[in-house]
C-alpha cells in the first residue's frame, strides 16, 4: 500500500518568513495530493490540492510543486502570518481505480508550524 | 449543507464501558471514512464504508471495535469494551467518490477519555 512520508515534523518560522513542508510517497499509482490544514482543536481542511499532470498549484500564498519523478511534493507558505499556525497534512491517493473502485487516501504524519509574531 | 455532523463531541468513560460515536454526513456523499487521531500514531485510517457497505477495515485495531453504516445519512463506531489506550479523538469524514478529486469533508470530531 501507499506510504507518505512527511517533514518536518515540527517548524518555527518569524511572521513574514516561508516555510516549506515536504512529502515523499511511494506508490507510482497515486495522482492526487491534497493538504489539509488542522488548526488546534479543530478538524482537518483542504486547503489545497494537485494532480499529477500539474507540476505546481499557486493560491495567493501557498503553493505546492510536484515531481512526480522523484516521488515528491512539497507545500510552500509565504509570508507567513499567526493565522497559519496549524498543523498541516500532507496527503497521497490514486483517484478512482479503472473498475470503479474507490482508492483511500493515506496521510502524512503531520508538521506542526508555529508561526512566531 | 450543515457538513459531516458528529456527536458526542467529548465522551468520558470508565474502561469497559462501550462507547458509541456517531456520524451523519454530507447528503448525497457516498463515502463515509472513521478516523483515529493521536499524538502518537498521528491521522489513522480505521474503516471506509462506499454506498453503506464497508470497504476496507483494515485499520481497525482489534475486535473491540465495529462500524456500521445502516443507511445513507448514519454511521456508528462501537468500542465495547473500552479501554484507556483507545482515548483519543475520533474524526468521521465523508466525500464524493464520483468526482475526479477525493476531497473528504471532516466533521468536527469525538474526543474520547477513557479512565
Known amino acids: 500500500g501507499e506510504n507518505v512520508e512527511q517533514h518536518p515534523s515540527t517548524l518555527s518560522v518569524q511572521e513574514g518568513d516561508s516555510a516549506v513542508i515536504k512529502c515523499t510517497y511511494s506508490?507510482?499509482?497515486?495522482?492526487?495530493f491534497p493538504w489539509y490544514k488542522q488548526e488546534l482543536g479543530k478538524r482537518p481542511q483542504l486547503i489545497i490540492d494537485?494532480?499529477?499532470?500539474?507540476g505546481e498549484k499557486k493560491d495567493q500564498r501557498i503553493a505546492v510543486t510536484l515531481n512526480k519523478t522523484a516521488k515528491h511534493f512539497s507545500l510552500h507558505i509565504t509570508e507567513t502570518q499567526p493565522e497559519d499556525s496549524a498543523v498541516y497534512f500532507c496527503?497521497?491517493?490514486?483517484?478512482?481505480?479503472?473498475?470503479?473502485?474507490?482508492?483511500?487516501?493515506?496521510f502524512g504524519t503531520g508538521t506542526k508550524l508555529q508561526v512566531i509574531p | 449543507d450543515a457538513g459531516v455532523i458528529q456527536s458526542p463531541r467529548h465522551e468520558v468513560t470508565e474502561m469497559g464501558q462501550e462507547v458509541t460515536l456517531r456520524c451523519k454526513p454530507i447528503?448525497?456523499?457516498?463515502?463515509l471514512f472513521w478516523y483515529r487521531q493521536t499524538m502518537m500514531r498521528g491521522l489513522e485510517l480505521l474503516i471506509y464504508?462506499?454506498?453503506?457497505?464497508?470497504?476496507?477495515d483494515s485499520g481497525m485495531p482489534e475486535d473491540r471495535f465495529s462500524a456500521k453504516m445502516p443507511n445513507a445519512s448514519f454511521s456508528t463506531l462501537k468500542i465495547q469494551p473500552s479501554e484507556p489506550r483507545d482515548s483519543a479523538v475520533y474524526f468521521c469524514?465523508?466525500?464524493?467518490?464520483?468526482?475526479?478529486?477525493?476531497?473528504?469533508?471532516f466533521g468536527a470530531g469525538t474526543r474520547l477519555s477513557v479512565l
Open positions: 469524514a465523508s466525500s464524493l467518490g464520483t468526482l475526479a478529486k477525493n476531497i473528504q469533508y
Open positions: 506508490d507510482s499509482a497515486s495522482n492526487y
Open positions: 494537485i494532480r499529477s499532470n500539474v
Open positions: 496527503a497521497a491517493s490514486p483517484t478512482l481505480h479503472p473498475s470503479g473502485g474507490y482508492q483511500k487516501v493515506t
Open positions: 447528503s448525497g456523499h457516498d463515502y
Open positions: 464504508f462506499n454506498n453503506n457497505v464497508p470497504i476496507d
